[in-house]
């Protein structure tokens, strides 16, 4: 008599833990809120440039764009960040045309080195400046093909370890780099990082926060497939859509055993998403759990003023009320919304301000949080075959063009 089956056996949290740690000898960025980033810092004291603007895709800009987009309103940068990362012509040449291409570093960021959205950005630029060392800065891994083109046309280069993905690699040269170059302190990202590390690995507070959230999201993963995350700020834009690519390229796997896993994400906004979202996770169909993200200090005091406009007298009770102060009571009258029907699972993170540390915190969190899934899932979080598959084909198709 033959038997096969795809049960998963839920394993215990100190199994979770253990494995790990393990993983901490060759994956690497768990480790990468220890680094040397000195070499980061000189460079981007060197960098003259008004305009930066990195090419790439995905996990190359996604992280940096998070973190540029929530702290970017509340600095006084004197560089500004741009990414070109869509092969939409109508986006490439809109957003070129909005930097003077003369006084603009190009950093084109590719782990492989041959990601085709990138180089095909790439040759056009090509095609409108001459690029040498002066003007281009190239990130990827040590034996790629693109760190040959930077090698044989002397450019400036920075590694991507080959033990760090993209989707993971925000805290290495990807990402430090390019904020460090617009003015972004990125040694307390790394601190915020390296507190949430710390806490973890010590199993201490955040320790039992991301292995019962974890084991929550796995063991009622097919009646709650549906991950929201309710983002009340609308710089944490970026950061939607860097989770939902962490979250999905490292969790949509096939397991050990045969069987397809995966948990669906969603990022919306708020308050701006209580008027469309919202309805549905409130009467729609419970296959949905969500995490509202709120900032707790948003280190600005913009009012409401106290203005009596004709017709709205009945409005006069916001006068003289915080902006900052509004958003957080509108999440915190949807958090109590949801908890009063009982039946939607729902968490709460609070940032402490807008700032590198919280930022760092935050996402480091998130990476975490999606390993520690991905080990109860039984898959590995880090190939993405999918998105392989996909690529393959359509290097056929231009071999057949």
Same mark, same amino acid.
């Given at each position: 008599m033959n038997y096969s089956?795809?049960?998963?056996?839920?394993?215990s949290d100190? =199994?979770?833990? @253990?494995?790990?740690?393990?993983?901490?000898? +060759?994956?690497?960025?768990? #480790?990468l809120t220890d680094q040397d980033t000195s070499l980061f810092k000189e460079y981007a004291q060197t960098v003259k440039q008004k305009y930066i603007v990195v090419v790439g895709i995905g996990g190359s800009t996604l992280g940096t764009s998070a973190i540029y987009d929530f702290l970017r309103h509340t600095k006084q940068l004197s560089k500004k960040l741009y990414f070109l990362e869509s092969t939409d012509p109508l986006n490439i040449k809109f957003k070129l045309g909005r930097? =003077?291409? $003369?006084? &603009?570093?190009?950093?084109?960021? @590719?782990? +492989?080195?041959? &990601?085709?959205?990138?180089? +095909?950005?790439?040759?056009?630029?090509? $095609?409108?400046?001459?690029?040498?060392?002066?003007?281009?800065?190239?990130? &990827?891994?040590?034996? @790629?093909k693109l760190n040959t083109y930077a090698q044989r046309n002397n450019l400036k280069t920075f590694e991507i370890p080959k033990n760090v993905g993209g989707r993971f690699s925000v805290f290495c040269a990807v990402g430090l780099v390019p904020l460090a170059i617009v003015g972004i302190d990125i040694d307390a990202i790394l601190y915020g990082a390296k507190e949430i590390s710390n806490s973890f690995f010590a199993k201490e507070q955040h320790y039992k926060k991301i292995i019962n959230k974890a084991r929550f999201f796995v063991e009622n993963e097919h009646r709650y497939?549906?991950?929201?995350?309710?983002?009340? /700020? /609308?710089? !944490?834009?970026?950061?939607?859509?860097?989770?939902?690519?962490?979250?999905?390229? @490292?969790?949509?796997?096939i397991d050990a055993s045969g069987g397809h896993q995966g948990l669906t994400p969603m990022g919306i906004t708020g308050p701006v998403d209580q008027h469309s979202f919202l309805q549905l996770i409130i009467e729609g169909k419970r296959d949905k759990t969500l995490t509202v993200i709120k900032v707790n200090d948003f280190r600005d005091d913009l009012t409401i003023p106290a203005i009596t406009l004709e017709g709205l007298e009945e409005l006069d009770y916001i006068d003289n009320l915080p902006f900052s102060k509004l958003i957080n009571m509108q999440a915190d009258a949807t958090i109590e919304a949801i908890n009063n029907l009982k039946d939607i699972p729902c968490d709460?993170? &609070?940032? =402490? #301000?807008? $700032?590198?540390?919280?930022?760092? !915190?935050? !996402?480091?969190?998130?990476?975490?949080?999606? +390993?520690?899934?991905?080990?109860? !899932?039984?898959?590995?979080?880090? =190939?993405?075959?999918g998105v392989e598959a996909g690529k393959i084909i359509l290097k056929s198709k231009f071999n057949n063009k």
């Open positions: 089956d795809n049960y998963n056996p839920i394993i100190e =199994d979770i833990f @253990s494995a790990i740690e393990k993983e901490k000898d +060759s994956i690497g960025y768990y #480790n930097i =003077d291409l $003369s006084d &603009t570093l190009f950093i084109v960021i @590719s782990k +492989s080195g041959t &990601t085709i959205e990138t180089v +095909s950005i790439f040759k056009y630029i090509n $095609s409108l400046v001459k690029i040498d060392n002066t003007n281009t800065l190239i990130i &990827t891994e040590s034996d @790629s497939n549906i991950n929201v995350l309710f983002s009340y /700020a /609308a710089s !944490m834009e970026g950061f939607n859509k860097w989770y939902i690519q962490l979250w999905g390229e @490292s969790l949509g796997k709460v993170i &609070t940032i =402490d #301000n807008v $700032s590198e540390k919280s930022i760092g !915190m935050l !996402m480091y969190e998130y990476e975490l949080l999606t +390993s520690v899934c991905a080990k109860f !899932m039984h898959i590995n979080a880090y =190939d993405q075959p």
